[in-house]
């Protein structure tokens, strides 16, 4: 399941955030006599109040901006990144790569002129700048001679080129890409088609398991191969064959003989989502050596700087529905494996070596914030920094990423709750932003403050962290009505994080809580497990519990209160108003109604049942029914509006309409909102989309202040 073998298992948390979005976007791609050369904000055009908008609006989407993959090069001196733009005119985030002095701040363009520009990666000297970019039609592989300022397009690709590696001696650039293949075909339409004739478009024959994924659509027959191209342009040589999918990253010997890749090529890779190896590529012969073995997913390796060890991700798969992600060293013929992360209770993401080769930088999360730790090779961790984050626009996830230099500089991502992420860099334990992207926009609007509370579960007393942002000019004391937002994943985490729905929703007048209960990542394996087969559960009572803390803070108004939230968000938004009645009204996004429907319609189907639930729907229908907020829909009084993007293949249309319907049937009020064209991944993808989804729930809300009384002509 190309693109579905995620290490987090954590498939109803969003994939494709427009903020870390490496590749472009949905949308389609403007000419290059349509796109602007810049994008346009939404304040290009003016206005003709008498003064300046003080509160945030989705009109102020368009003027947003987000830096992504900051990569420093190695002599630290400068760093590339990615920086997203909204355009008003194409209703899209534009992407582009820049360029910054780390002496004197100064940045200057890359690429993305002529179309979107991502992925930059430094040659081994830093003499040359390779990247993807869509200029002149599809995403191909492009190099800058950074000196002369040169660029060239070196490859004529059929797909977009992913996994960007150069190689050791800069002569080489390794890739991935998707090799198409021939679709299943059963039967034909008759011959005899007269000229001139419209017959119908020709059957779809599927074969795959998952046949459809999220944000791609219905997937292309081909298998994800891996390349080699000269550096200086010429023919590409693909390296891997075989059905299967061979994915990045990739990571060379400092000889540039072999590449390392992670990949499951095991003859039942579709029936087993999470299993992957570390496979060692002979260049010159294309001679392939796997170098683990055990049941679980290995991946990301990187080869040492002395080439005498590779590090890897992965774990043990125990059929859980969360493990931390760990650590791993190995010599590199594959023997002498070490977990190093084992007596550390956190997932461990990006990894890079350090100079000297005696630690590894990792990047992981801890109570909703995101930080880098180096971890030696005894297995001791420091912290290096915090205070990253990049994990979208429209809700305050944890994220960011991060690069070294060979003098132990971190380029990073980071910003604050009312600050989208910008380009940052470490040295000596100490950082320094680089940008200052949304300038404009801070100096004119006011934006809610964010404060962080704790509760103690009623279940268990179990510690449970929220983040309330507060309405614009929040007078202390003062009773506003309370925003209950849920995150999804379920594993996932909240944070202190930039959130324009957060700030929407507060410049209407609403303290908005992003709470993280049990099953939410970076508090530990066990606190993310109290949710294994189990979901939805006690988590329940986690939110009810921080909920009831912000009214005892004399900040929430009991009387008040509303609840929203997408993907697993909208699974315990609906679970919420099946189990109390204690909001005025709900809005639940993209949810989970029914895990049997769930199960066999959405875009992982070898995972929900066998991992999340513990068996198929035909083994154990009580458990599917149990767990299904459908199962409450009896004792729903609460208005809910229900949203869902029109091409969501992670928790399908039919999901929503079921629930739309059933409470129509019920006579509880409803609406049903679809977006058009969207994903689940992507539903905020598109800057009005995201804005007339927030106005929407906003507008919902408002209509049900002071409640709702069944009438008692429509009694059941």
């Known amino acids: 399941m190309r693109k579905l073998a995620v290490l987090s298992a954590s498939l109803l948390m969003l994939q494709a955030q427009a903020g870390l979005a490496q590749e472009p976007q949905e949308a389609p791609e403007p000419s290059a006599e349509q796109r602007p050369e810049a994008a346009m904000s939404g304040s290009a055009a003016g206005a003709d109040r008498s003064g300046p908008e003080r509160r945030f609006t989705g009109a102020d989407l368009f003027d947003l901006a987000i830096a992504a993959d900051p990569q420093i090069s190695p002599d630290g001196r400068y760093i590339a990144y990615v920086r997203r733009s909204n355009d008003i005119m194409s209703d899209r985030a534009v992407s582009t790569i820049w360029l910054i002095d780390t002496r004197t701040g100064e940045e200057v363009p890359v690429a993305g002129r002529g179309g979107d520009a991502f992925a930059p990666r430094w040659s ?39 996994n960007i590696t150069w190689s050791p001696d800069g002569r080489s650039i390794a890739y991935t890409m998707l090799v198409k293949q021939d679709g299943p075909k059963l039967g034909a339409a008759p011959t005899d088609k007269p000229e001139g004739a419209e017959w119908a478009e020709p059957l779809e024959v599927h074969d795959l398991l998952t046949y459809r994924a999220d944000g791609q659509g219905y997937i292309e027959p081909g298998f994800e191969k891996v390349f080699v191209v000269p550096a200086t342009g010429g023919a590409p040589r693909q390296l891997t064959f075989g059905r299967y999918h061979d994915g990045g990253p990739l990571s060379w010997s400092p000889d540039g003989g072999t590449l390392y890749f992670g990949a499951n090529r095991n003859a039942d890779w579709q029936t087993d989502p999470l299993e992957g190896e570390i496979y060692a590529l002979d260049v010159a012969t294309g001679g392939l050596t796997r170098l683990t073995d055990r049941d679980g997913p290995d991946g990301s390796p990187l080869s040492s700087p002395d080439g005498k060890l590779i590090a890897y991700l992965g774990f043990d798969d125990a059929l859980r529905a969360y493990e931390n992600t760990n650590l791993y ?96 860099i470490a040295r000596g334990g100490k950082a320094r932003m680089l940008t200052d992207l949304n300038r404009s926009l801070r100096e004119v609007k006011a934006l809610g403050e964010v404060r962080k509370i704790t509760a103690a579960s009623s279940h268990d007393g179990l510690e449970i962290d929220g983040w309330l942002t507060l309405p614009p000019g929040y007078v202390e004391g003062q009773r506003v009505p309370l925003i209950l937002e849920i995150h999804g994943g379920p594993f996932s985490a909240y944070g202190p994080h930039f959130s324009t729905d957060n700030q929407l929703y507060a410049a209407a007048g609403y303290a908005v809580l992003s709470a993280n209960p049990r099953g939410s990542t970076s508090y530990g394996e066990a606190f993310a497990n109290q949710i294994d087969k189990a979901y939805p559960g006690n988590d329940y009572f986690d939110l009810m519990s921080i909920v009831d803390r912000a009214i005892a803070l004399g900040i929430a108004d009991p009387d008040a209160l509303f609840v929203t939230g997408g993907s697993g968000g909208g699974v315990l938004t609906s679970w919420i108003v099946g189990k109390t009645r204690r909001f005025k009204a709900a809005a639940t996004q993209k949810p989970v109604i029914n895990w049997t429907t769930q199960a066999l319609t959405a875009d992982g189907p070898a995972f929900f049942g066998r991992y999340w639930l513990g068996a198929q729907p035909w083994e154990d229908h009580e458990t599917y029914w149990r767990l299904s907020p459908l199962s409450l829909v009896g004792n729903v009084e609460t208005p809910t509006l229900v949203v869902v993007g029109s091409e969501d293949y992670r928790t399908p249309v039919s999901e929503s309409e079921q629930y739309y319907t059933a409470l129509r049937l019920r006579g509880v009020p409803t609406a049903l909102v679809k977006v058009p064209g969207a994903s689940h991944g992507g539903i905020a993808a598109r800057p009005s989309q995201s804005a007339a989804k927030a106005s ?21």
């Open 124 to 162: 081994p000297d830093g003499d040359r700048l390779a990247y993807a970019s869509t200029e002149g039609g599809s995403p191909q592989l492009w190099v800058r001679w950074m000196e002369g300022g040169e660029a060239v397009r070196l490859t004529g690709l059929p797909t977009s080129p992913s």
């Open 329 to 424: 060293v190995m010599n590199r013929d594959g023997s002498g494996r070490r977990n190093l992360t084992a007596d550390w209770d956190f997932s461990a993401a990006s990894i890079a070596w350090d100079a000297d080769g005696r630690g590894i930088y990792v990047q992981y999360d801890e109570r909703g914030e995101t930080k880098v730790a180096r971890v030696g090779l005894d297995g001791s961790v420091k912290e290096v920094i915090g205070g990253l984050s990049g994990g979208g626009f429209d809700r305050p996830y944890t994220g960011g990423s991060f690069s070294v230099a060979a003098d132990d500089s971190i380029a990073f991502t980071g910003g604050t709750p009312t600050r989208p992420a910008e380009v940052q």
């Open 696 to 716: 929407a729930i906003l507008a919902w809300f408002a209509r049900y202040r002071e409640g709702w009384e069944r009438p008692a002509t429509t009694a059941d």
